[in-house]
């Protein structure tokens, strides 16, 4: 079973249509012992960051998600909360990745939006994908570069396309918005 967890951000059901097109079943879910259980887990997510780390607390989902030992993929939002610090909100976040989370300096557009390509990529999730390939990012809030890095991009500054520690991945992008690279990197998270 594949569980996402709900935790009132938005792009939700986005995530699941995607699993659906790729003949995977999934339940959204805010219960503990459904993502305990789970193969796998997707915290996808467009929000803020304070009032999303909010929900997980008074649900205690903050204590559960960093516990689970199976592969979990963290999406946008959910990229940023698995980070020890969001400036969003002044939020102390998850800390999977000992990371902080800044807003983009204001001398570009903001907030990053549209589809835009990596400049480095590696690990299992990039199986069959190349730097080349587009991807959709929408987002005012970026991950310092650091040694969980596996994907960077540039828009103001460099920044973590996507992280890696262990069991728990992320990615900045929408996978399910970015087309047949997206799809690859959903199946592989799928296929871990």
């Known amino acids: 079973m594949i569980a996402i967890v709900k935790y009132n951000a938005g792009n939700i059901k986005s995530v699941q249509n995607a699993l659906d097109r790729l003949g995977y079943k999934s ?32 649900k205690g ?7 689970l030992r199976q592969p979990v993929l963290g999406i946008c939002l959910g990229l940023q909360l698995m980070c020890r610090y969001s400036e969003e909100g002044d939020t102390d976040c998850l800390g999977v ?10 001398v570009d557009k903001i907030p990053h939006m549209g589809w835009h390509n990596c ?62 690279p997206g799809e690859k990197i959903l199946k592989n998270f799928l296929e871990l």
Do not use: W
């Open 27 to 58: 339940i959204i879910t805010d219960n503990p012992s459904d993502l305990i259980n789970a193969d796998k887990v997707i915290f996808p997510g467009v929000g803020e960051a304070s009032s999303a780390m909010r929900y997980l607390r008074e």
């Open 119 to 180: 400049m480095t990529i590696k690990g299992d999730l990039f199986n069959g994908v190349k730097v080349e390939n587009d991807l959709y990012f929408v987002h005012s809030y970026y991950a310092e570069i650091s040694s969980f890095t596996t994907a960077t991009c540039d828009y103001i500054v460099p920044f973590s396309a996507a992280m890696q520690k262990d069991n728990f991945y992320a990615t900045q992008f929408h996978p399910e918005k970015s087309a047949e």
């Open 61 to 67: 989902l903050d204590k559960i998600i960093t516990t």
């Open 97 to 106: 990745y000992d990371v902080n989370v800044r807003l983009f300096p204001p």
